[in-house]
């Protein structure tokens, strides 16, 4: 009795239930845990120290990296551990951002983990590494954007700064967001030689950008997702808060794969999505207040589409709120 006590205990707390569900999702080190969580890991180190303790979490050294994940379902409390994360809600704000956070993290991990990142460093991008015809992508998309003077620029998921490179001279300025500090290292360098002195980056949570909202007269003239949205477990989420901070009346262009068949390099990359089929990325621009244009489609071993809009109405993320608010589980979930 006393051992399913001290796991009870060291369950019902908010963030260590927070750690399990990750746990769910696979295994994490604490530098990863400390990013999606945004909580010290000296306390975060506690929570874990009490979760291994009590045999609701396995604890595995692997070099310099300590890799953390859920028990198997035949040792101590593996079916207890189960058992208590099947009883949390299936929708809950802050689980819910938790998941959107981790799947970034699995992503960045893959895109490192790529042999051609390794070997190619800022001359990676994700579209050669699938095999993509990148100049034929870049020329329809410069076409997209359009001639002429840009305004601002928002490069969502800039990874090593290719787009605002290719869009940068026509700028009045440009920003890049990415969650990688490697990635944004890489872009700095790149826009550094390029002499773009009014293009920057910044690390920052695409779902929470760090931004005002745009107006009338305020906001971004041009906002592009380059095969980002692929790899976001909310998608119609990153599109919302794309709108958010770009102008009324600008244009917001997502470059994406076309949906398609399984494919050995897409798993690889982790992407969350098998692309979008038309209706259903049709279905999330609008949800975003968006009128959307046509669609531009590039052969090639994957097909590639790339969709503009115009932002035509303010539709304010029902999620955003909650995620601004200190961390509290659901009335579901365990107190403290």
Same mark, same amino acid.
């Given at each position: 009795?006393?051992?399913? *006590?001290?796991?009870?205990?060291?369950?019902?707390?908010?963030?260590?239930?927070?750690?399990?569900?990750?746990?769910?999702?696979?295994?994490?080190?604490?530098?990863?845990? +400390? %990013?999606?969580?945004?909580? %010290?890991?000296?306390?975060?180190?506690?929570?874990?120290?009490?979760?291994?303790?009590?045999?609701?979490?396995?604890?595995?050294?692997?070099?310099?990296?300590?890799?953390?994940?859920?028990?198997?379902?035949?040792?101590?409390?593996?079916?207890? +551990?189960?058992?208590?994360?099947?009883?949390?809600?299936?929708?809950?704000?802050?689980?819910?951002?938790?998941?959107? *956070?981790?799947?970034?993290?699995?992503?960045?991990?893959?895109?490192?983990? %790529?042999?051609?990142?390794?070997?190619?460093?800022?001359?990676? =991008?994700?579209?050669?590494?699938?095999?993509?015809?990148?100049?034929?992508?870049?020329?329809?998309?410069?076409?997209?954007?359009?001639?002429?003077?840009?305004?601002?620029?928002?490069?969502?998921?800039?990874?090593?700064?290719?787009?605002?490179?290719?869009?940068?001279?026509?700028?009045?300025?440009?920003?890049?967001? =990415?969650?990688?500090?490697?990635?944004?290292?890489?872009?700095?360098?790149?826009?550094?030689?390029?002499?773009?002195?009014?293009?920057?980056?910044?690390?920052?949570?695409?779902?929470?950008?760090?931004?005002?909202?745009?107006?009338?007269?305020?906001?971004?003239?041009?906002?592009?997702?380059?095969? +980002?949205?692929?790899?976001?477990?909310?998608?119609?989420?990153?599109?919302?808060?794309?709108?958010?901070?770009?102008?009324?009346?600008?244009?917001?262009?997502?470059?994406? *794969?076309?949906?398609?068949?399984?494919?050995?390099?897409?798993?690889?990359?982790?992407?969350?999505?098998?692309?979008?089929?038309?209706?259903?990325?049709?279905?999330?621009?609008?949800?975003?207040?968006?009128?959307?244009?046509?669609? +531009?489609?590039?052969?090639?071993?994957?097909?590639?589409?790339?969709?503009?809009?115009?932002?035509?109405?303010?539709?304010?993320?029902?999620?955003?709120?909650?995620?601004?608010?200190?961390?509290?589980?659901?009335?579901?979930g365990a107190h403290p």
């Amino acid at each position: 009795m006393d051992d399913l *006590l001290l796991a009870l205990r060291a369950a019902a707390e908010p963030t260590r239930l927070r750690i399990l569900a990750l746990a769910a999702r696979g295994a994490f080190n604490v530098r990863e845990l +400390v %990013s999606i969580l945004g909580q %010290s890991q000296p306390r975060l180190s506690r929570h874990l120290r009490l979760l291994v303790e009590a045999g609701l979490l396995r604890r595995q050294q692997e070099g310099v990296f300590c890799w953390f994940a859920l028990p198997e379902a035949a040792d101590r409390h593996g079916d207890l +551990v189960r058992a208590l994360l099947a009883r949390l809600p299936e929708r809950d704000p802050v689980l819910d951002a938790d998941r959107r *956070l981790a799947a970034q993290t699995l992503s960045e991990r893959a895109r490192i983990a %790529s042999e051609s990142f390794r070997r190619r460093g800022a001359d990676w =991008d994700e579209m050669t590494a699938l095999g993509l015809p990148t100049a034929e992508v870049e020329t329809a998309l410069t076409s997209v954007v359009g001639q002429g003077p840009l305004g601002r620029v928002l490069d969502i998921g800039t990874g090593t700064g290719r787009v605002l490179e290719l869009l940068g001279p026509r700028a009045e300025m440009g920003l890049g967001i =990415d969650a990688s500090a490697q990635m944004l290292a890489l872009a700095r360098s790149r826009l550094g030689q390029a002499g773009l002195a009014h293009c920057t980056v910044r690390q920052a949570d695409m779902y929470r950008l760090p931004l005002p909202d745009g107006g009338d007269t305020q906001g971004f003239d041009r906002t592009i997702l380059q095969m +980002v949205l692929h790899h976001a477990e909310d998608p119609e989420a990153v599109l919302r808060e794309a709108a958010r901070v770009t102008r009324t009346g600008a244009r917001i262009i997502v470059v994406e *794969l076309a949906a398609h068949a399984p494919h050995a390099l897409s798993e690889t990359l982790a992407h969350r999505h098998r692309g979008f089929q038309e209706p259903r990325m049709r279905a999330m621009m609008q949800a975003a207040g968006l009128s959307v244009h046509g669609t +531009v489609t590039i052969p090639g071993p994957l097909p590639t589409q790339i969709w503009s809009g115009t932002v035509s109405s303010r539709i304010r993320d029902p999620d955003r709120a909650t995620h601004d608010d200190p961390p509290q589980l659901a009335s579901q979930g365990a107190h403290p």
